[in-house]
Protein backbone atom coordinates (compact mmCIF):
# COMPACT_ATOMS: atom_id res chain seq x y z
CA UNK A 1 0.00 0.00 0.00
CA UNK A 2 1.09 3.47 -0.74
CA UNK A 3 2.40 6.23 2.41
CA UNK A 4 0.26 8.88 1.32
CA UNK A 5 1.53 12.52 2.81
CA UNK A 6 -1.38 13.56 5.50
CA UNK A 7 -2.76 16.41 3.62
CA UNK A 8 -5.51 18.17 4.59
CA UNK A 9 -7.62 19.98 1.46
CA UNK A 10 -10.97 21.92 1.71
CA UNK A 11 -12.77 24.60 0.36
CA UNK A 12 -15.38 27.37 0.15
CA UNK A 13 -17.61 28.85 -2.78
CA UNK A 14 -17.78 32.28 -3.23
CA UNK A 15 -21.26 32.70 -4.03
CA UNK A 16 -22.21 35.48 -2.14
CA UNK A 17 -20.60 36.24 1.52
CA UNK A 18 -19.20 33.86 4.31
CA UNK A 19 -22.14 33.16 7.05
CA UNK A 20 -21.52 31.30 10.58
CA UNK A 21 -22.19 28.21 9.04
CA UNK A 22 -19.70 28.22 7.02
CA UNK A 23 -17.58 29.81 10.08
CA UNK A 24 -18.29 27.07 12.58
CA UNK A 25 -18.24 24.33 9.98
CA UNK A 26 -15.59 25.07 7.75
CA UNK A 27 -13.10 27.81 8.64
CA UNK A 28 -12.46 27.91 12.07
CA UNK A 29 -11.70 23.75 11.74
CA UNK A 30 -9.25 24.88 9.15
CA UNK A 31 -7.40 27.10 11.62
CA UNK A 32 -7.56 24.48 13.78
CA UNK A 33 -5.94 21.96 11.27
CA UNK A 34 -3.22 24.04 10.74
CA UNK A 35 0.37 23.73 12.00
CA UNK A 36 -0.62 20.28 13.46
CA UNK A 37 1.00 16.93 11.46
CA UNK A 38 -1.20 17.98 7.98
CA UNK A 39 -0.02 19.88 5.32
CA UNK A 40 -3.20 22.24 4.97
CA UNK A 41 -4.61 23.36 1.76
CA UNK A 42 -7.41 25.78 1.14
CA UNK A 43 -9.14 26.86 -1.40
CA UNK A 44 -11.27 29.60 -2.81
CA UNK A 45 -13.61 27.68 -5.01
CA UNK A 46 -14.77 29.75 -8.07
CA UNK A 47 -15.02 27.22 -10.62
CA UNK A 48 -18.09 25.61 -7.96
CA UNK A 49 -19.46 29.09 -7.69
CA UNK A 50 -20.47 29.57 -11.14
CA UNK A 51 -22.53 26.20 -11.30
CA UNK A 52 -25.27 29.03 -10.76
CA UNK A 53 -25.17 32.56 -12.67
CA UNK A 54 -23.00 34.72 -10.81
CA UNK A 55 -22.59 38.22 -11.73
CA UNK A 56 -18.72 38.83 -13.16
CA UNK A 57 -17.77 41.64 -10.80
CA UNK A 58 -19.56 40.73 -7.82
CA UNK A 59 -17.53 36.94 -7.94
CA UNK A 60 -14.19 39.19 -7.98
CA UNK A 61 -15.39 40.80 -5.15
CA UNK A 62 -17.01 37.32 -3.31
CA UNK A 63 -13.80 36.11 -4.01
CA UNK A 64 -11.85 38.09 -2.36
CA UNK A 65 -14.12 38.51 0.54
CA UNK A 66 -13.83 34.47 1.38
CA UNK A 67 -9.93 34.76 1.16
CA UNK A 68 -10.17 37.84 3.39
CA UNK A 69 -12.31 35.83 5.59
CA UNK A 70 -9.88 32.84 5.71
CA UNK A 71 -7.24 35.09 6.46
CA UNK A 72 -8.82 36.98 9.14
CA UNK A 73 -9.76 33.70 10.93
CA UNK A 74 -6.27 33.08 11.28
CA UNK A 75 -5.23 30.89 7.83
CA UNK A 76 -1.73 31.88 7.83
CA UNK A 77 0.01 31.92 3.99
CA UNK A 78 3.51 31.15 5.47
CA UNK A 79 1.94 27.50 6.72
CA UNK A 80 -0.90 26.59 4.52
CA UNK A 81 -1.41 26.93 1.13
CA UNK A 82 -4.73 29.41 0.31
CA UNK A 83 -5.27 30.15 -3.60
CA UNK A 84 -8.62 30.40 -5.39
CA UNK A 85 -9.33 27.18 -7.73
CA UNK A 86 -9.37 28.96 -11.34
CA UNK A 87 -5.69 29.77 -10.69
CA UNK A 88 -4.83 26.23 -11.35
CA UNK A 89 -6.37 24.70 -14.31
CA UNK A 90 -5.42 21.05 -13.39
CA UNK A 91 -8.88 21.17 -11.05
CA UNK A 92 -10.69 21.54 -14.28
CA UNK A 93 -8.76 19.05 -16.48
CA UNK A 94 -8.95 16.12 -13.48
CA UNK A 95 -12.79 17.30 -13.18
CA UNK A 96 -13.19 16.45 -16.87
CA UNK A 97 -11.07 12.84 -16.10
CA UNK A 98 -13.68 12.17 -13.44
CA UNK A 99 -16.21 12.51 -14.79
CA UNK A 100 -15.69 9.93 -16.65
CA UNK A 101 -15.12 7.64 -14.15
CA UNK A 102 -17.93 8.76 -12.39
CA UNK A 103 -20.93 7.25 -12.79
CA UNK A 104 -24.75 8.78 -13.40
CA UNK A 105 -26.36 6.75 -11.22
CA UNK A 106 -23.77 7.61 -8.36
CA UNK A 107 -24.66 11.43 -9.31
CA UNK A 108 -28.81 10.58 -9.46
CA UNK A 109 -28.11 9.71 -5.38
CA UNK A 110 -26.70 13.23 -4.59
CA UNK A 111 -28.97 14.77 -2.43
CA UNK A 112 -27.39 18.58 -2.12
CA UNK A 113 -28.39 18.56 -6.03
CA UNK A 114 -32.22 17.27 -5.38
CA UNK A 115 -32.11 20.04 -2.81
CA UNK A 116 -30.64 22.32 -4.93
CA UNK A 117 -32.29 22.06 -8.57
CA UNK A 118 -35.76 21.12 -6.75
CA UNK A 119 -38.58 20.24 -9.37
CA UNK A 120 -36.24 22.76 -12.29
CA UNK A 121 -33.91 20.07 -12.89
CA UNK A 122 -33.85 20.41 -16.44
CA UNK A 123 -33.42 23.71 -16.29
CA UNK A 124 -29.96 23.62 -13.85
CA UNK A 125 -26.25 24.09 -15.25
CA UNK A 126 -24.46 20.27 -16.32
CA UNK A 127 -21.89 21.80 -13.98
CA UNK A 128 -24.42 21.80 -10.86
CA UNK A 129 -25.05 18.00 -11.61
CA UNK A 130 -21.37 16.99 -12.06
CA UNK A 131 -20.31 19.74 -9.28
CA UNK A 132 -19.27 16.02 -7.28
CA UNK A 133 -16.84 14.87 -9.70
CA UNK A 134 -14.81 18.42 -9.75
CA UNK A 135 -15.05 18.20 -6.31
CA UNK A 136 -13.48 14.89 -6.07
CA UNK A 137 -11.03 16.15 -8.65
CA UNK A 138 -10.33 19.29 -6.04
CA UNK A 139 -9.38 16.81 -3.25
CA UNK A 140 -7.48 14.22 -5.13
CA UNK A 141 -5.52 16.57 -7.49
CA UNK A 142 -3.39 17.17 -4.37
CA UNK A 143 -3.49 13.61 -3.22
CA UNK A 144 -5.67 14.84 0.34
CA UNK A 145 -6.37 12.28 2.97
CA UNK A 146 -8.18 14.55 5.05
CA UNK A 147 -11.29 16.53 4.30
CA UNK A 148 -12.53 19.50 7.53
CA UNK A 149 -16.40 19.71 5.64
CA UNK A 150 -19.44 20.67 7.42
CA UNK A 151 -22.14 17.73 7.89
CA UNK A 152 -23.89 18.73 3.88
CA UNK A 153 -20.40 17.70 2.08
CA UNK A 154 -20.75 14.11 3.81
CA UNK A 155 -22.05 12.52 0.62
CA UNK A 156 -19.21 14.37 -1.83
CA UNK A 157 -16.55 13.46 0.22
CA UNK A 158 -17.83 9.67 0.22
CA UNK A 159 -18.12 10.15 -3.61
CA UNK A 160 -15.11 11.40 -3.55
CA UNK A 161 -13.33 7.80 -1.89
CA UNK A 162 -15.87 6.08 -4.61
CA UNK A 163 -14.10 8.07 -7.33
CA UNK A 164 -10.85 6.99 -6.08
CA UNK A 165 -11.22 3.54 -5.61
CA UNK A 166 -13.28 2.65 -9.20
CA UNK A 167 -10.11 4.99 -10.91
CA UNK A 168 -7.57 2.65 -8.88
CA UNK A 169 -9.67 -0.25 -9.73
CA UNK A 170 -10.13 0.31 -13.59
CA UNK A 171 -6.25 1.01 -13.93
CA UNK A 172 -5.26 -1.40 -11.63
CA UNK A 173 -3.09 1.16 -9.82
CA UNK A 174 -3.04 2.34 -5.99
CA UNK A 175 -2.77 5.87 -6.91
CA UNK A 176 -5.06 7.87 -5.30
CA UNK A 177 -5.19 7.78 -1.63
CA UNK A 178 -8.54 7.09 0.67
CA UNK A 179 -9.76 10.02 1.80
CA UNK A 180 -11.48 10.78 4.99
CA UNK A 181 -14.16 13.27 5.81
CA UNK A 182 -13.38 15.50 8.79
CA UNK A 183 -16.67 16.07 10.56
CA UNK A 184 -15.82 17.10 14.27
CA UNK A 185 -17.77 19.74 16.60
CA UNK A 186 -21.06 20.76 17.67
CA UNK A 187 -21.65 22.88 14.97
CA UNK A 188 -21.62 20.82 12.04
CA UNK A 189 -24.91 21.88 10.70
CA UNK A 190 -25.52 24.95 11.59
CA UNK A 191 -29.18 25.49 10.51
CA UNK A 192 -31.34 28.37 8.77
CA UNK A 193 -32.46 30.99 11.73
CA UNK A 194 -36.00 31.24 10.93
CA UNK A 195 -36.80 27.63 10.43
CA UNK A 196 -34.48 24.64 12.03
CA UNK A 197 -34.88 22.25 9.26
CA UNK A 198 -32.86 23.82 7.07
CA UNK A 199 -29.60 25.01 7.07
CA UNK A 200 -28.16 28.28 6.88
CA UNK A 201 -26.70 29.39 3.35
CA UNK A 202 -25.26 31.88 1.67
CA UNK A 203 -27.91 32.24 -0.68
CA UNK A 204 -30.78 31.94 1.16
CA UNK A 205 -33.84 33.97 0.59
CA UNK A 206 -33.92 36.27 3.77
CA UNK A 207 -30.88 38.21 5.30
CA UNK A 208 -32.53 37.72 8.73
CA UNK A 209 -32.20 33.27 8.41
CA UNK A 210 -28.32 33.95 8.43
CA UNK A 211 -25.48 35.21 10.32
CA UNK A 212 -23.02 37.24 7.72
CA UNK A 213 -19.46 37.37 9.13
CA UNK A 214 -19.38 41.31 8.59
CA UNK A 215 -22.99 41.73 10.52
CA UNK A 216 -22.83 44.12 12.45
CA UNK A 217 -23.11 43.88 16.54
CA UNK A 218 -27.03 45.24 16.22
CA UNK A 219 -27.48 43.37 13.23
CA UNK A 220 -26.44 40.22 15.05
CA UNK A 221 -27.96 40.99 18.41
CA UNK A 222 -31.41 41.68 16.09
CA UNK A 223 -31.40 38.28 14.00
CA UNK A 224 -30.68 36.11 17.25
CA UNK A 225 -33.49 37.89 19.18
CA UNK A 226 -35.63 37.39 16.07
CA UNK A 227 -34.55 33.78 15.97
CA UNK A 228 -37.17 31.17 15.91
CA UNK A 229 -37.62 29.60 19.11
CA UNK A 230 -40.23 27.66 21.23
CA UNK A 231 -41.85 29.01 24.10
CA UNK A 232 -40.17 26.49 26.38
CA UNK A 233 -37.04 27.01 28.71
CA UNK A 234 -33.49 25.34 27.64
CA UNK A 235 -33.93 21.48 29.01
CA UNK A 236 -31.82 19.60 31.84
CA UNK A 237 -30.41 17.35 29.34
CA UNK A 238 -29.26 17.68 25.80
CA UNK A 239 -32.07 14.75 24.78
CA UNK A 240 -34.67 17.19 25.61
CA UNK A 241 -33.84 19.14 22.61
CA UNK A 242 -34.16 16.30 20.47
CA UNK A 243 -37.67 17.29 19.05
CA UNK A 244 -36.55 20.95 18.97
CA UNK A 245 -34.90 21.96 16.04
CA UNK A 246 -34.32 25.54 16.35
CA UNK A 247 -33.75 25.79 20.00
CA UNK A 248 -30.65 23.03 19.61
CA UNK A 249 -29.74 25.07 16.41
CA UNK A 250 -29.10 27.70 18.98
CA UNK A 251 -27.74 25.71 21.83
CA UNK A 252 -25.09 24.41 18.96
CA UNK A 253 -24.14 27.74 17.48
CA UNK A 254 -23.20 28.79 21.46
CA UNK A 255 -20.81 25.15 21.37
CA UNK A 256 -19.20 26.16 18.55
CA UNK A 257 -18.53 29.67 19.13
CA UNK A 258 -17.35 29.06 22.72
CA UNK A 259 -15.50 25.76 22.60
CA UNK A 260 -17.67 23.90 24.83
CA UNK A 261 -19.72 20.76 23.94
CA UNK A 262 -23.81 21.09 23.43
CA UNK A 263 -24.42 18.79 26.80
CA UNK A 264 -21.46 21.66 28.80
CA UNK A 265 -23.76 24.57 27.41
CA UNK A 266 -27.09 23.10 28.51
CA UNK A 267 -25.70 22.45 31.97
CA UNK A 268 -24.90 25.92 32.51
CA UNK A 269 -28.54 27.12 31.18
CA UNK A 270 -30.56 24.18 31.91
CA UNK A 271 -33.62 25.69 32.92
CA UNK A 272 -32.92 29.33 31.24
CA UNK A 273 -35.45 30.65 29.37
CA UNK A 274 -34.56 32.75 25.62
CA UNK A 275 -34.77 36.35 27.26
CA UNK A 276 -31.76 35.08 29.40
CA UNK A 277 -29.72 32.41 26.97
CA UNK A 278 -30.64 34.55 23.54
CA UNK A 279 -28.88 37.97 24.60
CA UNK A 280 -26.23 35.60 25.93
CA UNK A 281 -25.82 34.00 22.57
CA UNK A 282 -25.45 37.30 20.53
CA UNK A 283 -22.64 38.84 22.85
CA UNK A 284 -20.76 35.57 22.54
CA UNK A 285 -21.45 35.47 18.94
CA UNK A 286 -19.98 39.27 18.48
CA UNK A 287 -17.10 39.17 21.20
CA UNK A 288 -16.00 36.35 18.82
CA UNK A 289 -17.08 37.44 15.49
CA UNK A 290 -16.21 41.12 15.50
CA UNK A 291 -12.60 40.81 15.50
CA UNK A 292 -12.87 38.65 12.72
CA UNK A 293 -15.31 41.00 10.49
CA UNK A 294 -12.78 44.15 11.48
CA UNK A 295 -9.68 42.57 10.07
CA UNK A 296 -11.70 40.94 7.36
CA UNK A 297 -12.47 45.01 5.94
CA UNK A 298 -8.76 45.31 6.87
CA UNK A 299 -7.49 42.99 4.25
CA UNK A 300 -10.62 43.78 1.39
CA UNK A 301 -8.97 47.44 1.54
CA UNK A 302 -5.81 46.14 -0.21
CA UNK A 303 -7.56 43.82 -2.41
CA UNK A 304 -3.76 43.93 -4.24
CA UNK A 305 -2.28 42.84 -1.22
CA UNK A 306 -5.20 39.68 -1.55
CA UNK A 307 -5.03 38.85 -5.18
CA UNK A 308 -0.88 38.37 -4.03
CA UNK A 309 -1.24 36.49 -1.71
CA UNK A 310 -4.14 34.21 -4.00
CA UNK A 311 -1.31 34.27 -7.01
CA UNK A 312 1.54 32.52 -4.21
CA UNK A 313 -0.44 30.04 -3.18
CA UNK A 314 -1.65 29.41 -6.89
CA UNK A 315 1.59 28.52 -7.68
CA UNK A 316 2.26 26.38 -4.38
CA UNK A 317 -0.61 24.19 -5.36
CA UNK A 318 0.49 24.06 -8.81
CA UNK A 319 4.04 22.64 -8.30
CA UNK A 320 1.81 19.64 -6.43
CA UNK A 321 -1.10 19.54 -9.02
CA UNK A 322 0.57 19.18 -11.99
CA UNK A 323 2.87 16.57 -11.60
CA UNK A 324 0.06 14.14 -9.96
CA UNK A 325 -2.12 15.34 -13.12
CA UNK A 326 0.72 14.53 -15.44
CA UNK A 327 0.91 10.74 -13.88
CA UNK A 328 -2.82 10.47 -14.15
CA UNK A 329 -2.62 10.98 -17.72
CA UNK A 330 0.33 8.82 -17.75
CA UNK A 331 -1.91 5.78 -16.74
CA UNK A 332 -4.93 6.65 -18.18
CA UNK A 333 -3.22 6.10 -21.34
CA UNK A 334 -2.62 9.61 -22.97
CA UNK A 335 0.62 10.51 -24.78
CA UNK A 336 2.15 13.20 -23.77
N1 LIG B 1 -24.86 25.75 7.67
C1 LIG B 1 -23.68 25.17 7.70
N2 LIG B 1 -23.25 24.53 8.81
C2 LIG B 1 -22.03 23.93 8.86
N3 LIG B 1 -21.17 23.94 7.81
C3 LIG B 1 -21.56 24.57 6.69
N4 LIG B 1 -20.96 24.77 5.51
C4 LIG B 1 -21.77 25.48 4.69
N5 LIG B 1 -22.90 25.77 5.32
C5 LIG B 1 -22.81 25.21 6.57
C6 LIG B 1 -19.64 24.26 5.20
O1 LIG B 1 -18.87 25.31 4.65
C7 LIG B 1 -17.97 24.75 3.67
C8 LIG B 1 -18.06 25.53 2.41
O2 LIG B 1 -19.33 25.37 1.84
P1 LIG B 1 -19.60 25.99 0.41
O3 LIG B 1 -19.74 27.43 0.52
O4 LIG B 1 -18.57 25.56 -0.54
O5 LIG B 1 -20.92 25.28 -0.04
P2 LIG B 1 -22.29 25.12 0.65
O6 LIG B 1 -22.22 24.02 1.66
O7 LIG B 1 -23.28 24.93 -0.47
O8 LIG B 1 -22.51 26.50 1.39
P3 LIG B 1 -23.72 27.45 1.34
O9 LIG B 1 -23.47 28.53 2.36
O10 LIG B 1 -24.99 26.67 1.50
O11 LIG B 1 -23.61 28.10 -0.09
P4 LIG B 1 -24.70 28.30 -1.20
O12 LIG B 1 -25.89 28.94 -0.54
O13 LIG B 1 -24.10 29.17 -2.24
O14 LIG B 1 -24.98 26.93 -1.76
C9 LIG B 1 -18.33 23.28 3.50
O15 LIG B 1 -17.42 22.51 4.26
C10 LIG B 1 -19.70 23.20 4.10
O16 LIG B 1 -19.98 21.92 4.63
Given at each position: ??????????????????????????????VDMQGTDFET????????????????????????????????????????????????????????????????GWMNRMTQFK??????????????????????????????????????????????????????????????????????????????????????????????????????????????????????????????????????????????????????????????????????????????????????????????????????????????????????????????
Open positions: MTQFTPRVFSGIKPSGGLTLGNYLGAIKRFMYCVVDLHAITVWQDPAELRDATREVAAGFLASGIDPEKSTLFNQSQVPAHAELGWLFSCVARVDKAGSGAEKVSLGLYAYPALMAADILLYHATHVPVGEDQKQHVELTRDIANKFNHDFKVDFFPETNPVIEGPATRVMNLRDGTKKMSKSGESDMERINMTDTADLIAKKFKKAKTDPEPLPETLDGLSTRPEAKNLVDIYAGLSGQTSEQVIAEYAGAGWGRFKPALADLAVEKLAPISSEMARYMDDKAEIDRILARGAEKARAIADPILKQTKEIIGFVQ
